[in-house]
Each structure stands twice: as C-alpha cells, then as structure tokens.
C-alpha cells in the first residue's frame, strides 16, 4: 500500500513534465494510474471478503510512535475501491472539461496528489499518518479550489475552505493526541482491539468533542457548511470527485471509523444527531432556494451528509448498514449529477436552472446519464438509491433517540431530493419548452462517458443488492458495528410502512418540483437569513483578524526608532529591578561617606567639568559646540582611565576621541542642521525613562563596589605576563598574546566597518551609480 | 573618586539615552556617543579601581609587584573603545548619506522602507 501511495505521489509531480511530453495523450497515464490502483484493490477483495484485514507497517519515527501504518479492511476498502474508481473517471472526465487548459499538468497534478492523500486517510493506521493525509487532503482541495487564481471568488473560496477544514486539522491533532494519552494506542488496529474507551474517562469529552469538530468541518456540517457551497468555484471535475463523492465523506469515514471505540454514548449519539438533521434540513431548505445547478447540488450534498453524520449518531446496527448503503448510492449518483452539470455548463455556458430549457433531443446520452442518477437519487424502485432510502427510513424510524427529528430531517431532505432530482433530469432536459437551449458545442465523449458509467452503475448495484455490493458492505459493516450482525440488502421488502412512506415522498417530491419557481421567485428572506448566517460571520472575523494583526504590528512594530528603545529600555529595568528586588541585599551608603573625604582636587575638578559640559551639551544648539563639548567629556574620560592605572586605556580612548572629532567637523556641513522636533509631552517620558535607566545603573555600581570580586586572572595574568609571552605591559600581552584571536576579530569588525563606510560614500544611486 | 564616578556613569548613561530618544538624526550619534562611552567606564569601575598602580612588570622584576591595577577589564574595555569607534564612524556615515538622500532629519520620518 506504501508503494501505491509513493507511485501516485511521484505520478503527480511528474503530470506537469508528462504534459509537455505527451501533450493531449497525458491523459492516458493519468487515468491509467488509478485504474491500476482500482484493480490493485480489486485483488485484494477475496481476501477481505474472507474477513481477513490486511496490516503493514514501516517506521518512521518509532520512538514518537509515528509510523507510516496501514490497514486494508472492508471499510477502508470500500472507501479505497471508492475513490480509485471514481477517480478514474474523474480523470477521464477532466480531458474533456479542461482539455484545452494550459495548466492541465498543473490541474493532474493536484487531483492525482488528492487522490493519493485521499487514499492515506482511508487506509491509515496511525492516527497520526491520518492526520497528515488528512490536512493534505486539505491543501489539496485548497490548491484545487483556487485553480482559477485569477478570480477573485474562487481565491476567497479556497481561502475560506482552507481555514475552515484546517482549524478542524487542528482539532483533529488535540483530539487524536488525546486519544493516544487517554488509551495509549498509536493504531485504529489497537484501538479496536482494546478495550472501550469509557465515557467516565475525564479525557473522554474533550477528545470526542475535538474529534467531532474535525469531522463536522470536513464533511461541511452546520455550522461549518458555509464553505462548501463556495467551493463550487473549483471547475466540476473537484466538485465531483472532492466535494460530493470522497472529500467531504472523509468526516464521515472518521466517525465511522471512531464510532466503536467512541460510540454508544449519550454525548456522542446526541451531538451527531442534533448537527446532523440540523444541517439536513438546512441542506434541504437552502437547496431549493437557489437556481444556479452546482449550488443546488452543493446543498443537496450537505444534506446527505446531514443525513449520514445523523446515521452515525443514531448507532444501531439498522443506521450503520443504512449508512454505508446511503454512502455509496449517493457517491455514485451525485457525482453523476455534478459531472451532468459541468457538461452541460461546457456546451451551453450557462448552468442556471432557469435558463436551461429542452436539452434532452440534443444531449441524449448525458440526459441518460442524469435520468439514471436522478431516479436514483429519488429513491425510485430498481435503483440503489431506493435501498439506501428505504433503509434510511427505517433506521430514522427505529432511532432511540430523537425519533422523529431523526426521521423529520430525512423525510424533509427526501422530499428536497426527489424535487432537485426532477429539476435535474426531467426539468432540464424533457420539460417542454417554445425555445430550446441553445447547444454551443456537443459534449465529448470523456464528458458523457464517466456519468453515464456512474448512473448504469448506480441502477446494476440497485438490481441486484445482494450480489454486487452486499458483501463488501458486510465486511465494513463488521468493521464500524463491531458486530458479526450479517447485512442482507434487498431490493423488495413488500408493501410496508416504510414502502408507503418512500411513495408519500415521491409524490410530494414531485408535487414540491412543481412548486420550485415559485419558491425560488421568494429567495429574500431565506437569502437575508443566509447573508447573516455563518458565512458573514467567517468573513466578519477574517476580516477583524487582518485589522487586529494590522492594528497589533502598527502598535508594536510603529517604524519609530524611539518607541523600540524605550520598550527595551523598560523592559530591561524592568528585569533588573526584579533581579535586584529578589535577590541582592539593600546597599548601604552611610558607610561610605568618608569615602567622600579622599577625593582628590583634580578629580572633583574633572567630575564637574563633566557634569558642566552635559549640561552644556543639553542645552546648546550649535553642532560646532557639540562636537567640541563631546570631545571634552571623551577627554576627560581619557584623564579619568590614567588616574586610576589605566594608561593603555587612555591612550586609546584620546586617539578616538580625536578621530571621532575630525570625522565629525570634516562631515559637519554634510549633516542636519539642529531643529526643535521633540513635543513638550512625550520629553517628559523621554527624561523619565532615561532618569529611571541611569538611576538603575549608578545603583548597579553601587552595589558592585560594595561587593567587590576578586579575580584570579590578575594574579595569573601578573605571573605569567613576563614568564611566558615576554612582555611587560600586561595588558598588552593580553591584547596582542593571550587573546590575541580576539584582537584579530576586534580587527575584522574595523575593516567590515571601514568597507561599510567606503560603500556609503561612494555609493551614489541618484547618479546612476551602482546599488 | 569610586562612591562618585557611578553617579557620573548614570548621568552619562541617562543623558546619552535621553539623545538617542531625540527624533534628531544628529542627537541621535551624540547619544550614542554618550551611551558607549558610559558602558566604557561602567565595565572600567566595574572591574574595581586602584589609584596609579599601573599594569606594568617593572624592569627589575620579572612577576608583577602588587599592588597592580587588573588588566583584564583594561584589556576588555581598549577592544570596547575600537569597536565602539568604528561604528561611531560607521553611524555618522550612515547619517550623513540618509539625510543626503532622504533630505530629512527627523527619524520619526524613516520609519517605512519605501520612499514616500
């Protein structure tokens, strides 16, 4: 399975190469490869089917517990036969619809990746190898949606899809890291095996809420569903393939998959079904507002998936069979339906409802194919979606909790269905009309191929339920039930409650079709209740998160060099104000005072000439002065380094002070003139924290003096001044001898200072000169 | 001398960040003047001072005789003071060329890296 995963990940990246080399014949590889992966999943049927799960595992960070596991059971092959399958025609369908498409190696590329991802989600056994395929299905889907970067909607669409799925990414992660810490699993395969993760456990909440917020995100429930209607903006083959038939069902497969190991409890059964029918109903009424085909179908989606996220929720083995059931029915017949639309929106360029009129004389197959689907979908006799809607009825019916919500959403979006289901192959194609659409272009045969394979498909498996797709559905069952319960799928129960009802729907369906434009005529308050629902309050927040990061960086990174040093100015007070507050003792003057009695002449003289010329300096408003006044106190701190046995020091310190003198009188005319800039106000804050600063370092000194340490250097250095480097001057040595790498890196810090200034006086970018 | 000096080094330290919060670009190498040569000391008297007993073996000896001033904080503050130099000279460059090229002299209008 490793190998499979591989394979598709280097086809992917190699789709762009191979569509420069193989030009239009790129699809060939590219439906050839899940083809192959279809027939590689078809082998291992036999052996599933026997009820055997087949595990491998290779490591990869053992020690962390994250290994690249994987598990083929009957769930997991389900899913996998699934999105190999559809992916194929999927394929196969994109030739047609973006055949001409500079970026079709682009466009390859990223479904090819999807379906890879899509294919780890389904066969991981490590949580945390699904959480990684899991956010790549994410990013995909982000990638796909916005493949037409150029229009805006489909940029803020992608956007919105991928902060939406990927916050649910996230919860996913703290769920899962929660689930590891409370059982101590790393596997689904431990997991099972295990014993039952009890409610009573206190990380039992937190995890499963965090799980659920996961699933609830991916598979657009209320009130997260907002961005799967958006995500129509991707071109129909990812409407098709990622948000009716795999992606969005990849929510599903967790709960399904989480539902032993969680399951069975008030919270669990309680929140899935309240969200589930919440977001059923909201599908369904939403669904018949709009005119525009794929938004239709987008709200139908999120109504199934209402549907079966309430499946999961009502937990008997009657749901989870009527779950699996429902699954694959509509996968194959809303796939059919979108790849309909995006066809007839590629001959005729329009896909409003209200616009189309009399397609069927001219696209006969493709109204075929949306017949077989929309039949399907309406839950009539022969088709599969007749079982998955009789059963559906039923495990509502028998619902625990909440009977007759459960089953007051299904009977509600049943209705939505048969309604859309008319629209989309009998109100489109056959309903009489003076004029008809004009067909610009007749649909290719990779357009009406792949739908039309789905819809047949749809109406084989609904003939013969038992044979066909029964067995596979038992094994996955057995997987999410946990039970050896055998499921028995038949197309004819007789006449029962449940056979009356599923007439009652059809003929209100019907009946409510006829009433569409009229409820579309309508749309005002629903559409105002729309405008106000999440959707506007995610771009409430994405816009206040882009004004606060805004207002937050103008607040803290403001430009202004002043505002930075007073924040590291205080900080650092602040710092040692608690070092000094916590640990050292009080410093005591008094015993110092006679100190003040061996202070010499000369150097009170100096100390003041100090003094006098800061104050000077404070005052004064020539730049002359300035200098002059500067070069005085670097003098006299030059006098001060010889007063006290430092005359290498003081040497130095004249020559730069000197240095620094001429630089500035020769720059002088070059450099501003003294303006009065600063503000009365903030001077006063400005004296205060440079008063507050100086304070804090004289009390330092204070201190230090107080507690002199006596180091051994000295002594060393006195020793072996002479003995070992043959010098005298001491300090000397230690400059040019015992550190003298660090004089050399003194010496490379002069010369990269000296280039800098040679390049800023040379430079001279007005003139043409080189930057 | 040593219960003064530290008040001399937190003036000094005071008045050079005082000019370094200036707007000016002109206070601003004054500040940082100030502000260098007040680290300079302050590592100088941090290292504890004695008065004329220079760090030097006499000819006569061949150990240094005590009492001797510590030459590790001379020999740490001479590297300070050229470090500090250049990029003194370096900051006036640097001043001089902003206020060629941007003809202005206040800091508080530097503050985006596009030329407005």
């Known amino acids: 399975m490793l190998f499979a995963l591989l394979a598709g990940f280097m086809l992917s990246f190699l789709a762009p190469v191979l569509h420069r080399l193989l030009g239009k014949l790129l699809v060939v590889p590219m439906v050839l490869f899940p083809l192959a992966l279809f027939a590689y999943f078809c082998t291992q049927l036999p052996g599933v089917l026997a009820g055997n799960v087949l595990l491998q595992g290779y490591a990869w960070a053992p020690s962390l517990g994250i290994n690249l596991q994987f598990r083929l059971d009957g769930l997991g092959l389900l899913f996998a036969l699934l999105v190999s399958g559809f992916g194929a025609l999927v394929m196969l369908y994109t030739k047609g619809y973006l055949g001409e498409s500079p970026l079709l190696g682009r466009f390859y590329l990223y479904l090819t990746l999807f379906m890879t991802a899509m294919l780890g989600v389904v066969l991981s056994d490590n949580l945390f190898c699904l959480f990684i395929f899991w956010e790549l299905t994410s990013i995909t889907s982000f990638l796909l949606i916005g493949f037409d970067s150029d229009k805006e909607e489909a940029r803020t669409s992608a956007w919105q899809a991928l902060l939406v799925t990927g916050a649910g990414g996230l919860a996913l992660m703290g769920g899962l890291i929660l689930l590891n810490l409370a059982t101590g699993s790393y596997t689904f395969s431990a997991l099972l095996n295990g014993e039952k993760f009890m409610a009573t456990h206190p990380l039992y909440l937190p995890a499963t809420l965090l799980l659920l917020l996961a699933c609830f995100t991916k598979s657009a429930q209320f009130p997260f569903h907002f961005w799967l209607p958006n995500a129509m903006a991707a071109p129909t083959p990812v409407s098709a393939y990622l948000h009716s038939a795999t992606m969005v069902k990849a929510g599903i497969y967790l709960l399904a998959r989480l539902g032993p190991v969680l399951g069975g409890t008030e919270v669990w059964q309680m929140v899935l079904l309240m969200v589930g029918t919440a977001t059923t109903l909201l599908g369904a009424l939403l669904a018949l507002q709009y005119t525009d085909l794929k938004a239709v179908l987008a709200y139908t989606t999120i109504s199934a998936l209402g549907l079966m996220v309430s499946l999961t929720g009502i937990d008997t083995p009657l749901a989870l069979k009527a779950l699996l059931v429902f699954l694959l029915a509509h996968a194959l017949y809303k796939g059919t339906l979108f790849m309909v639309v995006g066809a007839i929106d590629h001959s005729t360029g329009t896909r409003d409802a209200q616009m189309l009129r009399g397609l069927g004389p001219h696209l006969k197959l493709l109204a075929a194919a949306a017949t077989l689907a929309g039949l399907s979908m309406a839950g009539i006799l022969p088709f599969f979606g007749f079982v998955g809607k009789e059963l559906l009825y039923e495990a509502t019916l028998h619902s625990p909790r909440l009977t007759w919500w459960a089953f007051g959403g299904a009977f509600v979006s049943g209705l939505a269905f048969v309604a859309v289901a008319s629209l989309l192959s009998y109100g489109i194609f056959w309903h009489k009309a003076s004029v008809s659409t004009p067909v610009k272009h007749a649909p290719s045969f990779s357009l009406y191929l792949p739908p039309l394979l789905l819809g047949l498909l749809g109406l084989l498996l609904g003939l013969s339920p038992s044979s066909l797709a029964a067995p596979l559905l038992e094994q996955a069952f057995q997987v999410i039930a946990s039970t050896t319960t055998e499921l028995h799928l038949a197309l004819w129960h007789g006449f029962t409650t449940i056979f009356v009802l599923s007439l009652v729907t059809v003929s209100l369906g019907v009946l409510l079709y006829f009433l569409l434009p009229r409820l579309q005529q309508l749309p005002i308050t629903y559409q105002r209740l729309y405008q106000n629902g999440p959707n506007k309050l995610y771009h409430l927040t994405f816009k206040g998160f882009l004004k606060g990061a805004k207002a937050f960086t103008r607040r803290v990174q403001g430009g202004y060099l002043r505002n930075y040093m007073v924040t590291i100015v205080l900080f650092f007070c602040c710092l040692l104000v608690f070092v000094l507050w916590r640990d050292a003792p009080a410093i005591d003057l008094s015993q110092r005072v006679h100190l003040l009695q061996e202070v010499r002449l000369y150097e009170l003289v100096l100390w003041v000439l100090v003094m006098a010329a800061l104050l000077y300096l404070l005052n004064t408003r020539s730049r002359l002065t300035s200098i002059v006044v500067m070069g005085l106190v670097g003098y006299s701190a030059a006098l001060f380094y010889i007063l006290f046995g430092a005359p290498d020091v003081a040497a130095t310190q004249l020559l730069i002070e000197t240095l620094t003198v001429v630089i500035f009188v020769l720059l002088l005319h070059k450099l501003p003139a003294f303006t009065y800039l600063s503000h009365q106000y903030r001077k006063y804050k400005f004296v205060f924290v440079s008063v507050l600063f100086g304070s804090l370092m004289t009390y330092v000194l204070l201190l230090v003096q107080e507690h002199a340490v006596t180091s051994e250097l000295q002594q060393f250095y006195g020793k072996a001044s002479y003995l070992q480097a043959h010098g005298r001057n001491i300090v000397n040595v230690i400059l040019v001898d015992f550190r003298g790498f660090d004089t050399l890196g003194e010496i490379t810090v002069l010369a990269v200072a000296a280039l800098g200034i040679f390049a800023l006086l040379r430079l001279n970018p007005e003139k043409g000169g080189k930057r | ?116």
């Open chain 2, 1 to 116: 001398m040593e219960i003064l000096l530290p008040f001399m080094i937190g003036i000094l330290f005071a008045v050079g960040l005082y000019f370094m919060l200036h707007r000016h670009l002109f206070k601003l190498i004054l500040g940082l003047i100030l502000f260098g040569l007040a680290t300079n000391l302050f590592l100088f008297v941090v290292g504890g001072i004695t008065r004329s007993s220079i760090a030097i073996i006499p000819e006569t000896e061949e150990v240094a005789t005590e009492p001797y001033a510590d030459p590790v904080p001379q020999a740490l503050l001479l590297t300070a003071i050229v470090i500090g130099f250049g990029i003194q000279a370096f900051a006036i460059v640097l001043v001089r060329r902003v206020y060629q090229t941007l003809k202005s002299n206040n800091l508080d209008e530097l503050n985006s890296t596009d030329k407005t």
